[in-house]
T-cell receptor, first 115, second 109 residues
Framework: DAGITQSPRHKVTETGTPVTLRCHQT?????MYWYRQDPGHGLRLIHY???????DKGEVSDGYSVSRSKTEDFLLTLESATSSQTSVYFC??????????????FGAGSRLTVL | RKEVEQDPGPFNVPEGATVAFNCTYS??????FFWYRQDCRKEPKLLMS???SGNEDGRFTAQLNRASQYISLLIRDSKLSDSATYLC??????????FGSGTKLNVKP
């Protein structure tokens, strides 16, 4: 068990509504990530965090914001959801294996449908 | 140009076959290399890391060619349970990662 919990696991919402996805970790890792996965695009980085209140943009950050007020929680917010944000969202942590090569471990995913 | 490129497949093979997947990456500063396995509607899970000297884990062998910026995964004696999508992942600066789009494998009885 990697100690990563995503919520909600499934959500259906309407265009224009705000949505917040939560990622919770129990292992005190510094780096956390939000990815989206769509057919034909693979996994694309939305935002990541390298510590409390320290975040940065990924390759597809437009329309998304994040917050990390404590080590264990990383929130992804869609301020005004659009149909193009229908996707599966994965949270991940970077785990230091002690060999200099950190490894990503993923949560189970949050499936979001925007109607 | 994508950072990591893979043949999307699908690769349709019979049980017992040997199958190989390839992956190329564009950033010569890349430091770490991985293969992940993703089952339908599930999260990606680490299959194995890839080292310059090559490494093996049971029926799975991974190779890295830094000069050609090329990674491979060989699966011997394929099982039905190997059916999944295999993702090539490249990391640099310890905490930045890029993903290929994945190669789908179907192992048939």
């Amino acid at each position: 068990d990697a100690g990563i919990t995503q919520s909600p696991r499934h959500k259906v919402t309407e265009t224009g509504t705000p949505v917040t996805l939560r990622c919770h970790q129990t292992e005190n890792h510094r780096y956390m990530y939000w990815y989206r996965q769509d057919p034909g695009h693979g996994l694309r980085l939305i935002h990541y965090s390298y510590g409390v209140k320290d975040t940065d943009k990924g390759e597809v950050s437009d329309g998304y914001s994040v917050s990390r007020s404590k080590t264990e929680d990383f929130l992804l917010t869609l301020e005004s959801a659009t149909s193009s944000q229908t996707s599966v969202y994965f949270c991940a942590i970077s785990r230091d294996r002690g060999s200099g090569a950190n490894v990503l471990t993923f949560g189970a995913g949050s499936r979001l449908t925007v109607l | 140009r994508k950072e990591v490129e893979q043949d999307p497949g699908p690769f349709n093979v019979p049980e017992g076959a040997t199958v190989a997947f390839n992956c190329t990456y564009s950033n010569s500063a890349s430091q770490s290399f991985f293969w992940y396995r993703q089952d339908c509607r599930k999260e990606p899970k680490l299959l194995m890391s890839v080292y310059s000297s090559g490494n093996e884990d049971g029926r799975f062998t991974a190779q890295l060619n830094r000069a050609s910026q090329y990674i491979s995964l060989l699966i011997r004696d394929s099982k039905l349970s190997d059916s999944a999508t295999y993702l090539c992942v490249v990391g640099y600066n310890f905490n930045k990662f890029y993903f290929g789009s994945g190669t789908k494998l179907n192992v048939k009885p």
